[in-house]
C-alpha cells in the first residue's frame, strides 16, 4: 500500500493505545452495560468496511483502526467476565486453550494459504463470526452487568495501583520476546525454522496447562500469580544466559505455560474475585497489560537490543513482582 515503516509502526501501534485510553472515559462520562456492548459490536461492524474504504489513504485508514481499536477494547473484558462467571475460574482456561489453537492455525497454516486480499477477507469473516456471538451473548448476560445505574470511581485504580503496577511492568518484559525473540535467537545461531517450532512448542505448552489448570486454579490465586511472574524472570535469564542453546530455548519455552496460561488465568480470576466492576476492571487490565504494556515493552525493548536486552527484560519483570511484594491476598 506503499506505507512508511512509521506509517506502519503507528497504525500497529493504535490497538494498544486504545486498549489503554478506553477504560478511562468509563471512570467519569459513560456506563459500562449491556447496551455499551451492543453499541461497541455494531462499530466493529462499521469499522470493517471503513478499514477495505480507506486502506489507500493513510489518515483515514488510521482513523478506521481508532474506531476498530476502541470497539474490540470494549467487547473483550465483557466476554471475559461472562466466560468466567459462566465457567468459574476453575474451567475458564479451557475456553481460552481455543485462542491457543486458533493462533496455531493461523501462524503455520493459514499463513500459508492466505495471503494479500485474501488473508484480509479471512480475518473480517473471522471479526463478523465473533461479533455475531458476543451480540448474542449481550442478551444472555444480565446477571454480570455492571456500571449500568452509576459510573465507576477512580478508586477502582487508587485503590490497587500495585496490582496494576505488577500488570504493566509484567508485560514491559514481555515487550523483549514479542517484539525480538525471533531476530535475537537467529542472531545467536539459531535457524528461523527452530525459532518456529520454538513459538510453536510455547503455544502447545500453553494449550496444556490451559486443560489442566482447573486442578491448579484452586490455589490461592495472589500466590499464582506471584509464582507465575518468578517463573518468567528466570525464563527470561535463561534466554540473557544462553542464547544460543537450542534445548535451553526449549526449556524457556516451555515456561511459557506459566508465564502466559497461568499468568492471565490466575489475574482474571483474581480481578472477578476482588473487584465489583468486573468489566472494567478487566478493561484496566488489558489498558496496563496488552495495551500500555504492550506499546511501552516494545519501545523498551528496542532501545535495550542486543546482548542485554533479555537482561533488561528480567529487571522489569523481577519489578513486576517486588510491585507485589506486600500485597497477600
Given at each position: 500500500?506503499?506505507?512508511?515503516?512509521?506509517?506502519?509502526?503507528?497504525?500497529?501501534?493504535?490497538?494498544?493505545?486504545?486498549?489503554?485510553?478506553?477504560?478511562?472515559?468509563?471512570?467519569?462520562?459513560?456506563?459500562?452495560?449491556?447496551?455499551?456492548?451492543?453499541?461497541?459490536?455494531?462499530?466493529?461492524?462499521?469499522?470493517?468496511?471503513?478499514?477495505?474504504?480507506?486502506?489507500?489513504?493513510?489518515?483515514?485508514?488510521?482513523?478506521?483502526?481508532?474506531?476498530?481499536?476502541?470497539?474490540?477494547?470494549?467487547?473483550?473484558?465483557?466476554?471475559?467476565?461472562?466466560?468466567?462467571?459462566?465457567?468459574?475460574?476453575?474451567?475458564?482456561?479451557?475456553?481460552?486453550?481455543?485462542?491457543?489453537?486458533?493462533?496455531?492455525?493461523?501462524?503455520?497454516?493459514?499463513?500459508?494459504?492466505?495471503?494479500?486480499?485474501?488473508?484480509?477477507?479471512?480475518?473480517?469473516?473471522?471479526?463478523?463470526?465473533?461479533?455475531?456471538?458476543?451480540?448474542?451473548?449481550?442478551?444472555?448476560?444480565?446477571?454480570?452487568?455492571?456500571?449500568?445505574?452509576?459510573?465507576?470511581?477512580?478508586?477502582?485504580?487508587?485503590?490497587?495501583?500495585?496490582?496494576?503496577?505488577?500488570?504493566?511492568?509484567?508485560?514491559?518484559?514481555?515487550?523483549?520476546?514479542?517484539?525480538?525473540?525471533?531476530?535475537?535467537?537467529?542472531?545467536?545461531?539459531?535457524?528461523?525454522?527452530?525459532?518456529?517450532?520454538?513459538?510453536?512448542?510455547?503455544?502447545?505448552?500453553?494449550?496444556?496447562?490451559?486443560?489442566?489448570?482447573?486442578?491448579?486454579?484452586?490455589?490461592?490465586?495472589?500466590?499464582?500469580?506471584?509464582?507465575?511472574?518468578?517463573?518468567?524472570?528466570?525464563?527470561?535469564?535463561?534466554?540473557?544466559?544462553?542464547?544460543?542453546?537450542?534445548?535451553?530455548?526449549?526449556?524457556?519455552?516451555?515456561?511459557?505455560?506459566?508465564?502466559?496460561?497461568?499468568?492471565?488465568?490466575?489475574?482474571?480470576?483474581?480481578?472477578?474475585?476482588?473487584?465489583?466492576?468486573k468489566k472494567l476492571a478487566n478493561q484496566f487490565y488489558y489498558g496496563f497489560g496488552?495495551?500500555?504494556?504492550?506499546?511501552?515493552?516494545?519501545?523498551?525493548?528496542?532501545?535495550?537490543?542486543?546482548?542485554?536486552?533479555?537482561?533488561?527484560?528480567?529487571?522489569?519483570?523481577?519489578?513486576?513482582?517486588?510491585?507485589?511484594?506486600?500485597?497477600?491476598?
Amino acid at each position: 500500500m506503499g506505507y512508511s515503516s512509521f506509517e506502519i509502526g503507528v497504525v500497529l501501534s493504535i490497538p494498544p493505545l486504545m486498549r489503554f485510553l478506553t477504560p478511562f472515559l468509563f471512570l467519569k462520562h459513560f456506563s459500562l452495560n449491556q447496551q455499551t456492548l451492543r453499541v461497541s459490536i455494531w462499530m466493529i461492524l462499521l469499522s470493517i468496511p471503513l478499514l477495505y474504504l480507506t486502506i489507500d489513504n493513510f489518515w483515514i485508514f488510521a482513523l478506521s483502526n481508532i474506531v476498530f481499536g476502541f470497539s474490540f477494547s470494549l467487547v473483550l473484558p465483557f466476554i471475559d467476565s461472562y466466560a468466567i462467571r459462566v465457567l468459574q475460574k476453575e474451567k475458564y482456561g479451557k475456553s481460552r486453550l481455543f485462542g491457543s489453537i486458533g493462533f496455531i492455525a493461523v501462524a503455520l497454516v493459514l499463513a500459508k494459504l492466505f495471503s494479500g486480499s485474501m488473508g484480509l477477507h479471512f480475518i473480517t469473516l473471522g471479526v463478523l463470526v465473533a461479533a455475531y456471538f458476543a451480540y448474542l451473548i449481550s442478551y444472555e448476560d444480565s446477571e454480570t452487568t455492571l456500571s449500568s445505574a452509576k459510573k465507576a470511581d477512580i478508586s477502582i485504580l487508587t485503590s490497587h495501583i500495585p496490582l496494576w503496577s505488577s500488570i504493566f511492568l509484567m508485560q514491559v518484559g514481555f515487550g523483549a520476546f514479542y517484539t525480538f525473540f525471533t531476530l535475537y535467537e537467529n542472531e545467536h545461531g539459531v535457524d528461523l525454522q527452530s525459532v518456529s517450532y520454538l513459538w510453536s512448542f510455547g503455544v502447545i505448552c500453553e494449550i496444556v496447562l490451559f486443560y489442566f489448570q482447573e486442578h491448579i486454579i484452586k490455589f490461592d490465586l495472589m500466590k499464582l500469580i506471584k509464582f507465575s511472574i518468578f517463573i518468567t524472570a528466570v525464563r527470561w535469564f535463561i534466554l540473557y544466559l544462553a542464547p544460543s542453546s537450542l534445548p535451553l530455548a526449549y526449556l524457556s519455552q516451555s515456561f511459557h505455560a506459566f508465564s502466559f496460561a497461568l499468568y492471565h488465568t490466575a489475574t482474571i480470576g483474581y480481578i472477578y474475585q476482588k473487584f465489583e466492576d468486573k468489566k472494567l476492571a478487566n478493561q484496566f487490565y488489558y489498558g496496563f497489560g496488552f495495551g500500555l504494556g504492550g506499546f511501552v515493552g516494545s519501545l523498551v525493548a528496542g532501545y535495550f537490543y542486543g546482548e542485554s536486552l533479555f537482561l533488561s527484560a528480567t529487571a522489569i519483570t523481577a519489578g513486576a513482582l517486588v510491585a507485589l511484594w506486600k500485597v497477600r491476598y
